[in-house]
């Protein structure tokens, strides 16, 4: 069909519009309904296509409320008082922010992001968030990072949190405490359960909090129940790819748990998020071409009889052509400038708000500020079954604040109410407070026995106690678990295996346990060939909730591909940010469902803390527990791979996060202690802590564990190996790490043979820890002059040790140095500075001067240094053993 473009007569049009429309009506309403209507349009959009003409494609609807207001369910709470609660939260929010400015300029707090979202967050509290009651069964609630102050205003008003702690806000060393400027779990570990305000993260991590609680139910271990996930995050936030990135999971995954509900004020920090554009439509789009359920809360109540006299949708068409920089514009715009800009557009519009003053016009309320609306999406999203909802509801930011910053760009940091504004504010929410009183913006809050006291206690009884809450289990895992770890206590008598090898068996075995085994998480994205664990595909299966829909290509095969509802392991595809959402949700079941799960999150060590570093951060914030495994890990051990895979980085990356306990552990034995070791610290103990562990692809020989290693291995060092020659002149010490380790055994034999000297090995499973030890001890020491002061560990293993002292890792030599200061001689280090190559693992360590060879030169040069030995003996050792003392600086090549 050729596109003839043919101008009709608009009554003509207007009359062929109204057949085809009557045409549907009576669809609808002849017996064949809904179900025959969508049926029919199928039918004709297919026809369409095949005479030849494209639909105008849209993946957004009109921008009005996805609920029509004769859909809605009545109210059913007393809105009088839930107003005058708002109010109150309102008020002492803004409170909170003033009277910290006031007291200490510059200490900053958010006041317009809780001001647009105080009824999105009161209507949860009041009608939707269920509390944990007397177990672990409530909601779990991502609350956005800068709306803090309403949430502890709100916990102020119930009673939870101290006047003193909301004089505090900010101010968390004052004495009787304060209040975390944002979520922190670490900080505020009764009340926070996640953080959040690192943007983009509060979605990722309740997007697999959702899918980590159906693993639970679909397991066995959790009951299936009511129990909602709820992400509130910012219009602007969605801008951060963590945001969006893993939303068509949460639709293949049908999480009709999750609700994510997001605050559209059309406004970020520095101005409008789409000046240009409609941020609620493409959101919308971008959710609904994902599979999610959408529901656009977009017009408050005031708008219902305007939409319901638009019969021609004049109305809906002309609020979608506007864009947000204009919409902006509207809401500090005076009621006869809309008049004329938005209804102005046409003559019918002007007509449909004829009898609206401007006052009212200006006064037309938003959908994200009604709680008829809020409360009729939030009512939706709850009871809708298969999908996941996202609720989009529009918002004013800086809602309430009038002329201090309404709708204003500067609002984000609006953090000082002058008085007049404060008065403004005080009468438009009516809080009793006096003229004299206002300009100090007091706390305030009603006596107990108030009714809007009395109704918002009862409505958290109703609901199930307050949040948000914190509650860590009290149950913890005390199983003796020797028996599965002493295996690894004896040597491989001369067989060859890589650390990876014996982890994935220490995990087959662990996940075998008939206690512990229902607890250990397995996650990995997509790299489970490489470490070797296909082996568990077929043991403990992959989790699919669908269970398995296909038939394997390789299930004619012993370990063919697995997937099951009962799975155990988190095959989570190429999404490391994705697997380390399900390592913080396992890691935080002890909190959050009483659960003490114990995650194993195996990856290509470089894109751990180097690339997902921030989501770390937040896991060390949240007290999450579990085992981080950085695989293929040492610059000079993943050979071939190349500049962007070799990691040298990730244990000086790990060494900021305060609860992350490192190792690079060398051997089988070593692995066994610390993993023993970390679960009963974790999940015994219930210390907050977690670990991360290198663990290497290179086979090696495994020794038996030297008696007495233990304490060593989990201070941070022990003696492996003592030299053959304690008697000679010339002595050093020489430390190893993880596959290093073997180099500076080879070291050792050589520097006997060829130098005479002797030289004791030591094995350094982490240099943080030692670093940890060093930095604790001096600082005691420096506080306490008077006591018998602290021997650092790392020196009472080395303060009567001989000679000079050489180390050697895959890491940056930055992590041996950093505990020099503590020996009684200065450290050399050799490490892996500077950017990979594509080669075989003896080339790497020549190029990046780590191997045995390298140890013997940096030890006859340290000696040298001492006055022990001649420059000649250096140099002939550098040509005898073909060192080209030319070669490219690593550091820089
Ligand atoms: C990862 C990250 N980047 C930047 C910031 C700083 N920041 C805090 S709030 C904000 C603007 C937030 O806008 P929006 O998400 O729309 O939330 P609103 O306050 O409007 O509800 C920015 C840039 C942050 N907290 N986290
Ligand atoms: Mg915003």
């Given at each position: 069909m050729r596109n003839i473009a043919v101008n009709q007569d608009p009554a003509v049009e207007a009359l062929e519009t109204r057949e085809w429309q009557d045409s549907l009506a009576y669809v609808l309403q002849q017996g064949g309904g809904v179900r025959r209507a969508a049926d029919l349009l199928r039918q004709l959009e297919f026809h369409a296509r095949q005479t030849g003409f494209r639909l105008p494609f849209t993946a957004s609807t009109p921008y009005?409320?996805?609920?029509p207001a004769a859909q809605q369910p009545a109210f059913p709470g007393n809105q009088a008082i839930e107003r005058r609660i708002k109010s109150l939260v309102r008020w002492n929010a803004l409170s909170m922010v003033v009277r910290a400015n006031k007291l200490s300029d510059g200490i900053g707090g958010h006041i317009s992001t809780f001001a647009s979202a105080a009824t999105l967050y009161e209507i949860g509290f009041n009608h939707f968030f269920k509390g944990?009651?007397?177990?672990?069964d409530g909601d779990v609630i991502f609350f956005q990072g800068h709306a803090a102050p309403g949430i502890y205003s709100r916990a102020f008003l119930e009673g939870r949190i101290s006047l003193k702690q909301v004089e505090n806000f900010r101010r968390e060393l004052q004495e009787g405490g304060g209040l975390s400027s944002y979520p922190h779990p670490w900080l505020m570990p009764d009340f926070w359960e996640y953080p959040t305000v690192s943007m983009g993260l509060g979605p990722i991590m309740s997007i697999y909090q959702a899918r980590f609680m159906r693993h639970l139910e679909d397991r066995g271990?959790?009951?299936?129940?009511q129990r909602k996930v709820w992400a509130f995050l910012g219009d602007g936030e969605t801008?951060?790819?963590?945001?969006?990135?893993?939303?068509t999971l949460a639709a293949r995954e049908k999480l009709d748990n999750l609700i994510f509900v997001i605050?559209?004020?059309?406004?970020?920090l520095d101005g409008p998020v789409r000046g240009n554009g409609q941020i609620i439509q493409e959101l919308e789009a971008a959710f609904r071409g994902a599979g999610w359920n959408v529901i656009k809360n977009i017009?408050?109540?005031?708008?219902d009889p305007l939409f319901e006299r638009d019969t021609e949708g004049l109305l809906a068409q002309r609020l979608g052509e506007i864009v947000d920089g204009q919409y902006q514009k509207y809401s500090v715009a005076s009621g006869a400038y809309i008049r004329e800009h938005l209804f102005g557009a046409d003559p019918r519009l002007l007509e449909l708000v004829k009898h609206l003053s401007d006052d009212e016009i200006r006064k037309l309320r938003l959908g994200g500020h009604d709680p008829v609306k809020v409360y009729a999406a939030y009512a939706s999203a709850v009871a809708h079954k298969g999908q996941p909802t996202v609720i989009l509801a529009r918002t004013v930011k800086g809602y309430g604040l009038g002329e201090a910053g309404?709708?204003?760009?500067?609002t984000h940091q609006q953090k000082k109410l002058n008085e007049d504004e404060l008065k403004a504010f005080r009468e438009r929410f009516a809080i009793e407070i006096s003229d004299e009183q206002v300009h100090k913006s007091p706390f305030f809050r009603p006596a107990d026995d108030a009714p809007e006291m009395q109704y918002l206690h009862s409505r958290r009884k109703t609901l199930g106690?307050?949040?948000?809450s914190r509650k860590p289990t009290?149950?913890?895992?005390?199983?003796?678990?020797e028996p599965i770890f002493e295996?690894?206590?004896?040597?491989?008598e001369g067989r060859k295996a890589s650390t990876t090898m014996v982890f994935v068996k220490m995990l087959a075995k662990m996940l075998r346990d008939p206690d512990i085994g229902k607890l250990v998480v397995p996650i990995v994205p997509d790299e489970a060939r490489t470490f070797g664990m296909e082996a568990l595909f077929r043991q403990v299966g992959i989790y699919s909730?669908?269970?398995?829909l296909y038939e394997p290509v390789?299930?004619?095969?012993?370990l063919y591909y697995k997937e099951a509802?009962?799975?155990?392991?988190?095959?989570?595809?190429?999404t490391e940010a994705g697997s380390m959402s399900t390592f913080i949700a396992a890691g935080t079941a002890y909190a959050t469902h009483g659960l003490n799960t114990i995650p194993f999150f195996i990856y290509y060590s470089m894109f751990g803390f180097q690339r997902i570093g921030d989501l770390i951060w937040a896991a060390g914030d949240a007290r999450c527990r579990g085992f981080l495994l950085g695989g293929t890990a040492g610059r000079t051990t993943?050979?071939?791979?190349g500049l962007q895979h070799q990691d040298g980085n990730s244990h000086v990356l790990s060494?900021?996060?305060?609860n992350c306990v490192s190792y690079d552990p060398a051997f089988a034995f070593e692995m066994a202690v610390i993993i023993q070791d970390g679960i009963r610290r974790m999940y015994?103990?219930?210390?907050?802590i977690f670990y991360y562990l290198t663990v290497m692809n290179e086979p090696v020989e495994m020794p038996a564990m030297p008696d007495g290693a233990r304490e060593g291995i989990l201070k941070g060092m022990y003696k492996l190996k003592a030299t053959?020659?304690?008697?000679?002149k010339l002595r050093a010490q020489l430390f190893g790490s993880g596959s290093i380790l073997p180099e500076a055994v080879q070291a050792q034999r050589i520097l006997e043979e060829k130098y005479d000297v002797g030289a004791d090995v030591w094995s350094v499973t982490s240099y943080g820890e030692l670093y940890r030890d060093g930095h604790a001890a001096e600082r005691w020491n420096m506080l306490h002059p008077a006591e018998a002061q602290k021997v650092p560990y790392v020196t009472q293993c080395l303060?009567?040790?001989?000679g000079v002292f050489v180390a050697a890792s895959d890491y940056l030599k930055a992590l041996p140095d950093a505990i020099?200061?503590?020996?009684p001689r200065k450290l050399v280090s050799l490490g892996t500075d500077g950017f990979g190559r594509s080669e075989a693992r003896a080339d790497l360590r020549n190029h990046f001067e780590v191997d045995a060879r390298f140890i013997v030169v940096a030890t006859l040069s340290a000696l040298m240094s001492d006055g022990?030995?001649?420059a000649k003996v250096v140099q002939k050792a550098i040509a005898d053993l073909g060192i080209?003392?030319?070669?490219?600086n690593p550091a820089t090549a």
């Open positions: 009005v409320n996805t609920i944990k009651g007397a177990g672990h271990l959790m009951p299936a129940g801008d951060e790819p963590e945001s969006l990135g893993a939303i605050n559209c004020n059309l406004q970020r017009w408050g109540s005031d708008w309404e709708g204003k760009n500067i106690g307050y949040v948000p009290t149950d913890t895992v005390s199983k003796n678990l295996e690894f206590y004896a040597g491989t909730h669908a269970g398995q390789d299930s004619d095969t012993l509802r009962d799975g155990q392991i988190f095959e989570e595809g190429i993943l050979a071939g791979e060494l900021p996060v305060p015994g103990n219930g210390e907050s053959s020659k304690p008697k000679a303060a009567d040790a001989p020099d200061r503590w020996l022990k030995v001649d080209n003392a030319e070669k490219a």
